[in-house]
C-alpha cells in the first residue's frame, strides 16, 4: 500500500527537510513532490514523483522530463492537464533562469561557450533546427534567430538567409549551429556541404563563418575545433 506523505516522519517529509536542511538538501523526487504539492487517490505526491523520474531513462535524473511525452505523462496518476502545463513551465524557466544568468556580456570566443549555451534549447528537439547567432569583430554576441526548422533527419538550409540575418543584424562574423534529433552529432556528407557552401558565400558577402557546431545530446561537434580555426580544409577538392 502507498505509503502517504502525511504518514512519514517529519524527517522525511520533503516540505520539512526543505524547511530545515534547505531545498538543496532534496532529492529529486523529493524536489519534484514539493512543485506537485498534490498526489492522487492511487500515489502520494512523492510516489508521483518517483514515478516520472523512472521515465526519464537512465540515471532518473530530473533533467530528463523533457523526454517524456504528453500522452506518456498524463497517464500517470496525479498527472492531468493542470500539471502537465506545470512541469513544462518548470522546464522552461530552468532553461530561462540559467540564460539569464550568463547573457551579461556574453563573448562566443570558443565553440564549448556557445555550444552550452544554445544545448538546453536545442538536445531534445524532435527535428532539425538551425540557428544563426550574430557575433561582433570581437566574437561578443549580438542576437540569435531559428532560420528554420526541418523534417525529422534533416534541416533545409539557405545560405542567403542565414547572411541575410548577419547584414540585419551588422554581424561582422557568424555561428550557424543544429542539432541532430538521434542524439549524435557526428557531421553527414550534407552537413559538410552546407558549411563549405557557407564558408564560400561569407567570403563573398564579408561576413566570416566562425564555426558551424552540431548539437546532440550533452554533446557537440564544432567545424572550427575539428577543422581548424578558420575551417580552410572545407575549400580543399
Known sequence: MTERIKELP?????????????????SDAELLAVILRT????MSS?????????KCGNGESIAGIEHIGDDELLNIPGIGRVKL??????????????????????????????AMYFMEDMRHLSREEVRVVSLDNKSNYISS??????????????????YSYGLKTGASQIIVMH???????????????????????GEIIGIRLADFIIIGDGIY?????????????FKEN
Open 10 to 26: 517529519d524527517s522525511e517529509r520533503p516540505y520539512e527537510r526543505c524547511e530545515v536542511l534547505g531545498p538543496e538538501s532534496l
Open 39 to 42: 498526489g492522487s487517490r492511487e
Open 46 to 54: 512523492l510516489d508521483t514523483a518517483r514515478t516520472i523520474l523512472k
Open 85 to 114: 502545463i506545470l512541469l513544462k513551465c518548470l522546464t522552461e524557466y530552468s532553461r530561462r533562469l540559467w540564460k539569464a544568468k550568463v547573457r551579461g556580456n556574453i563573448r562566443f570566443s570558443d565553440p564549448e561557450t556557445c
Open 145 to 162: 534567430k531559428v532560420i528554420t526548422a526541418g523534417l525529422s533527419d534533416r534541416s533545409l538550409l539557405c545560405p542567403r538567409e542565414v
Open 179 to 201: 542539432n541532430h534529433p538521434s542524439g549524435d552529432p557526428s557531421p553527414s556528407r550534407n552537413d559538410i556541404d552546407v558549411a563549405k557552401s557557407l564558408v564560400l558565400s
Open 221 to 233: 561537434i564544432s567545424f572550427r575545433k575539428r577543422y581548424g580555426s578558420e575551417i580552410v580544409s
